[in-house]
């Protein structure tokens, strides 16, 4: 997201503001926040399909060290090192 430098003044009824507040509190996010992803979803964002796809394929074809872990990978990783750092606590498992 870029810097937020602009500000904007809109009028909108009481009902309006009650449902984007409420709505706001739900998703645990600001008005702001709300009216801005509003804003995107209407009338596009930023970034074009074709720049998110390219995004998208630059995270998939990152080395190894870089790329992101399944919440499963993770989870398996992190018995991984438990196991070795702490031996004495966490005695390996055996592989299957």
């Known amino acids: 997201m ?13 009902q309006q503001k009650r449902r984007l507040e409420a709505e706001a509190q739900t998703r645990g996010e600001s008005v702001g926040t709300l009216v801005r992803a509003a804003i995107d979803a209407r009338y596009g964002s930023d970034t074009t399909r074709e720049e998110r796809v390219a995004a998208v394929e630059r995270m998939r074809m990152a080395p190894m060290a870089a790329r992101f872990f399944t919440p499963e990978e993770l989870t398996r990783t992190h018995g991984e090192e438990i196991e070795i750092e702490y031996p004495e606590i966490f005695p390996p498992r055996e592989k299957p």
């Open 2 to 14: 870029s810097m937020l430098t602009e500000c904007l003044q809109v009028l909108i009824s009481p």
